[in-house]
């Protein structure tokens, strides 16, 4: 069994001061300079981005408007379960990187090692995605600016953000991050005010888009067949846009190892997070479906566009509509401040995730080198590396480049909360096996372990709420399997790899990983809980709540 790894790591107070006595090994050289605030706002700046605001119209094209209100809000309840399982976890162990660390420690390190590299490889690819959207927002504007201009201040602009201290990094992060949520709060009261006649042309159109009766009305769209199987497949079309739209407990869970008194900060950050991105993503996809028809020639045309701006945003399509001037260009500048804010956060979180997989030797030792800041400085190159495919859009039309990352982090998003369940399941079980009174974690999650398993492998129960998390892992890997199914349609060999490499790679990794190092299964009752990091944390938590006082 892998020795835990033994933190080094520096608390500082909120004046400054800093714990030295509580170093024991220079090994992780991250701060803890990131307030509750900081976590909540980074957790939805990872978040929320193009996909509630823009290509959520492609979602409402295929399902109509009431499938896409349903499948947003039953994938919610998903990321619920998840969301109370990783705050069980890191909640009793904030420690850089938790949740990967925890598949090597509580299931087995060949598992660890896929896992780390999956989840890097998702937040890695998301930047050159978010790069890329980026211009095609400014586009909206202007085409004179070039392509290679734009990505090249984008990623400069990551890097300045990057390198500095973490605290710096949080008060950017908090401050465009808040931005999102002044635009969705906004988008969400332009709806309820416009339905209501309070538009220019006074019209008072309610729920128009959901009446069968109306023109431009169907609730639940036939996408690609006729009938129930074509509604069917719209909805299906629209839970896949759920599931790689909706997240957010992965990136709160990965502020831990720097996060104020965590104990106390990680569980408030983790449910107030949950919610408010319930909320947005929700009611978000309710406004979607009442502003703009399914079926909108518009609408088709701008997403089947090759410059697919925030002219493909069905809140703009429907400003214009109604002969509302101005709020266009203000909402596609809130939205290209979020896309933005998106991509420094991916860049945050893969440079973290690729810091804990050094940490736990699976990447270079030299990437655990950190800046007088505490900075993984190293980290923070390789994944700004990886961000120059974005000028893989000088050759290639904009949506051929997007099409291409949506499709290849789809499967490893939906795998990364498969992982997530399964080691709650094997830390639940290593608990019981020791026992240890999960009454005794600083945090106790709901629903225990069913609603795990419901994610995993068992079939949804409405009669029994526990049932619930055994549909999360089922769901999730389910979702992992059926989100490329179109190609089956239509065969495209380029597509079939980009919607199956990550489901192929990932076992892959982990027998090759296996039989190099010839890795065993943990054991549930010699699997360690991280003792040196929580004796690390538990001192400073005792010294935080004394300088408090």
Not at 367 to 384: A, R
Request: aromatic content about 14%; glycine content about 6%; hydrophobic content about 50%.
């Amino acid at each position: 069994m892998a020795t835990p790894v033994e933190l080094g790591q520096k608390f500082e107070h909120e004046d400054g001061r800093t714990n030295s006595s509580l170093s024991l090994k220079q090994t992780d050289h991250t701060h803890r300079r990131l307030k509750n605030r900081h976590i909540q706002l980074i957790g939805i700046g990872g978040v929320v981005g193009t996909a509630l605001f823009v290509q959520i119209g492609a979602a409402l094209a295929k399902g109509g408007p009431a499938s896409l209100f349903v499948a947003f809000t039953l994938w919610c309840f998903v990321i619920l379960a998840i969301t109370e399982c990783t705050a069980e976890m890191v909640t009793w162990i904030p420690i850089s990187s938790p949740f990967l660390r925890f598949a090597d420690h509580f299931v087995d390190e060949a598992f660890g090692f896929a896992a780390g590299i999956n989840f890097f490889f998702f937040q890695a690819v998301q930047v050159p995605f978010e790069v890329t959207a980026v211009n095609l927002l400014i586009q909206f504007w202007t085409e004179r600016i070039p392509v290679w201009a734009i990505i090249l201040i984008v990623l400069t602009l990551y890097l300045i953000i990057n390198v500095f201290a973490v605290s710096s990094y949080g008060e950017t992060e908090y401050w465009l991050a808040l931005g999102k949520a002044i635009l969705a709060v906004g988008l969400i009261a332009f709806t309820f005010v416009t339905m209501l006649g309070g538009n220019p042309k006074h019209d008072r159109y309610g729920f128009r888009n959901w009446d069968p009766s109306s023109v431009s009305g169907a609730p639940f769209a036939e996408y690609t067949k006729d009938g129930s199987l074509g509604r069917f497949l719209g909805f299906l079309a629209c839970l896949i846009s759920a599931s790689y739209t909706i997240a957010g407990p992965e990136y709160v869970s990965m502020t831990a190892g720097e996060a104020m008194s965590p104990r106390k900060t990680m569980p408030r950050a983790f449910s107030s997070v949950f919610w408010r991105l319930t909320f947005f993503f929700s009611i978000g996809a309710l406004c979607v479906g009442i502003v703009v028809p399914y079926n909108d020639p518009t609408l088709i045309g701008a997403i089947n566009s090759p410059a697919q701006n925030a002219g493909a945003s069905p809140y703009v399509l429907a400003m214009e509509r109604l002969g509302i001037p101005v709020l266009p260009h203000i909402v596609n500048a809130l939205i290209l401040t979020a896309v933005f804010s998106a991509g420094n956060s991916y860049v945050f979180i893969a440079s973290r995730t690729l810091f804990g997989l050094a940490l736990e030797g699976k990447a270079p030792k030299q990437l655990t080198h950190c800046t007088k800041h505490g900075v993984p400085i190293y980290c923070v190159f390789v994944v700004l590396g990886i961000s120059c495919l974005s000028f893989l859009e000088l050759g290639n039309a904009s949506e051929v480049v997007l099409s291409w990352f949506i499709n290849l982090v789809t499967a490893s998003q939906l795998l990364n909360f498969a992982v997530i369940c399964f080691t709650y399941l094997r830390f639940r079980d290593a608990l019981k096996a020791q026992g240890i009174s999960r009454d005794s974690l600083p945090y106790k999650a709901r629903w225990q372990p069913y609603a795990t398993y419901t994610f995993l492998f068992a079939v949804p129960n409405i009669f029994a709420l526990q049932a619930f998390r055994w549909v999360a892992l089922f769901l999730t890997l389910l979702m992992a399997v059926v989100d490329g199914y179109p190609v089956f349609v239509n065969w495209n060999v380029t597509t079939f790899l980009f919607s199956y490499t990550m489901i192929g790679v990932t076992p892959v990794l982990i027998l090759c990983w296996k039989l190099y190092h010839k890795t065993k299964w943990r054991s549930l009752k010699e699997i360690d809980f991280f003792p040196a990091e929580r004796q690390v944390i538990d001192e400073y938590e005792r010294s935080f709540a004394i300088s408090k006082n």
